[in-house]
């Protein structure tokens, strides 16, 4: 199988002759940083042609060198949105940017972090007065309609839409602040509302442009949101299910009526709870499946209940095995995943967020190698890899 028979595959719930790879998306690429320790360990200094092509400007992950992802043996290669409305500032010894939305992201060490908010007064008259980013701005997407064009035509690899950056309520979150929108999804539910549909109408605006530009091309989109933490939800299920949810679903209709790409959904956190409602309203893939958080511990438990109507990126944890593991330990956690995630399709192997520079690069090597050693294995094998003392 190519990489793109075997996406299609996958995404059928059908076996395939290995389980899939990624990395080099938002929210799963490798800190700047932690390039250049890879680019150093591997004797490979061409790499760092792109160790200044930022990929996520607040997370500081970088563009990966194409020989790097052939070398992991990724099979996808992402389509990655341009930054705009970006105004870099520095004040004193404080740097940082002011996005397309009016959120302030200041520098935090190696990090770039929210620092202020726009939408302060909460008020009817600030929303109609807020100078909102334009979702027809050509340069979002210029240059990426080429750039699909040859990746259909001259490679057989997984054609990715990266996301715009943010998500509905994530944006929402910013523009406000975390504290005071979710006072106004409690006790302000009209702003909350209008809030939240002003941001939906320009996402969808920006997504049909982008479609336009790739979508003959991709085969998967990647939306991105956050709605948990390492133990609970951000918010209770019927907030969310009365406030949220039904903004997702038309989002997420939306771009199932513009493209026939699978939609990638990403959040972080405990969101078990969740994952019937995330089903319901049309994602094809969960991402990042972070098992060091609540109720995502057992992946095998998550395919037996979920693995006929959804498939799985990620798994591979970052916050707590690949820092701390040794390549022998990380090794039998990729078999485990393969095992537990990979039957009859369904899974994408990948980090389950950014690779940062506390992760030993030889473990993020071991990581992709077991990836393709070990990604068309049986059940038995693999199983025997991974309880083997």
């Known amino acids: 199988?190519?990489?793109?028979?075997?996406?299609?595959?996958?995404?059928?719930?059908?076996?395939?002759?290995?389980?899939?790879?990624?990395?080099?998306?938002?929210?799963?690429s490798l800190h700047k940083f932690e390039y250049q320790r890879?680019?150093?360990?591997l004797g490979k200094p061409e790499w760092m042609q792109n160790h200044d092509v930022i990929l996520d400007r607040m997370a500081q992950s970088i563009v990966p060198d194409e020989e790097l992802l052939q070398?992991?043996?990724?099979?996808?290669?992402?389509?990655?949105?341009?930054?705009?409305?970006?105004k870099p500032f520095e004040r004193g010894e404080r740097t940082g940017y002011i996005d397309m939305w009016g959120t302030t992201f200041g520098k935090m060490k190696d990090?770039?972090?929210?620092?202020?908010?726009?939408?302060?007064?909460?008020?009817?008259?600030?929303?109609?007065?807020?100078?909102?980013?334009?979702?027809?701005?050509?340069?979002?997407?210029?240059?990426?309609?080429e750039q699909a064009r040859k990746l259909h035509e001259e490679t057989d690899y997984v054609i990715g839409a990266d996301g715009i950056k943010g998500g509905i309520l994530q944006t929402c979150l910013w523009l406000r602040g975390y504290d005071k929108f979710f006072l106004d999804l409690a006790m302000n539910k009209e702003y909350a509302d209008t809030l939240l549909d002003k941001v939906l109408d320009l996402y969808c605006r920006?997504?049909?442009?982008?479609?336009?530009?790739?979508?003959?091309?991709?085969?998967?989109?990647?939306?991105?949101?956050?709605?948990?933490?390492?133990v609970s939800l951000l918010m209770s299920p019927q907030m969310f299910r009365e406030q949220v949810k039904p903004k997702f679903k038309a989002f997420n209709d939306h771009l199932k009526a513009h493209s026939d790409a699978k939609i990638m959904f990403h959040s972080d956190g405990a969101i078990d709870p969740l994952l019937d409602d995330l089903v319901e309203i049309?994602?094809?893939?969960?991402?990042?499946?972070?098992?060091?958080?609540?109720?995502?511990?057992?992946?095998?438990?998550?395919?037996?209940?979920?693995?006929?109507?959804?498939?799985?990126?990620?798994?591979?944890?970052?916050?707590?095995?690949?820092?701390?593991?040794?390549?022998?330990?990380?090794?039998?956690e990729v078999a485990r995943r393969i095992h537990d995630l990979g039957t009859n399709g369904g899974y994408i192997l990948a980090?389950?967020?950014?690779?940062?520079?506390?992760?030993p690069v030889e473990n993020v090597v071991a990581l992709f190698e077991?990836?393709?050693?070990?990604?068309?294995?049986?059940?038995?094998?693999?199983?025997?890899?991974?309880?083997?003392?």
């Open 1 to 28: 199988m190519n990489s793109r028979e075997r996406f299609n595959t996958a995404m059928n719930h059908e076996p395939t002759d290995r389980v899939l790879i990624d990395m080099g998306k938002q929210v799963g």
């Open 38 to 41: 890879l680019y150093e360990y």
């Open 351 to 359: 980090p389950c967020h950014n690779v940062g520079h506390d992760i």
């Open 282 to 332: 049309g994602v094809d893939i969960l991402n990042p499946v972070q098992t060091s958080t609540r109720g995502l511990e057992d992946t095998l438990a998550l395919k037996q209940k979920y693995g006929d109507r959804l498939s799985f990126h990620g798994a591979i944890d970052v916050q707590q095995v690949m820092p701390n593991a040794t390549v022998a330990e990380i090794k039998k």
């Open 111 to 145: 990090y770039f972090a929210l620092t202020d908010m726009p939408l302060k007064e909460g008020t009817m008259e600030e929303l109609e007065d807020h100078p909102w980013p334009d979702p027809d701005d050509p340069g979002m997407f210029a240059g990426l309609r």
């Open 206 to 230: 920006m997504y049909t442009n982008y479609f336009k530009e790739v979508g003959e091309y991709a085969q998967i989109v990647y939306i991105t949101d956050d709605l948990g933490t390492q």
């Open 71 to 86: 070398k992991f043996g990724v099979d996808f290669r992402w389509l990655i949105p341009n930054w705009v409305g970006i």
């Open 370 to 389: 077991a990836a393709q050693e070990y990604g068309g294995l049986d059940q038995a094998a693999l199983k025997k890899i991974f309880e083997d003392s």
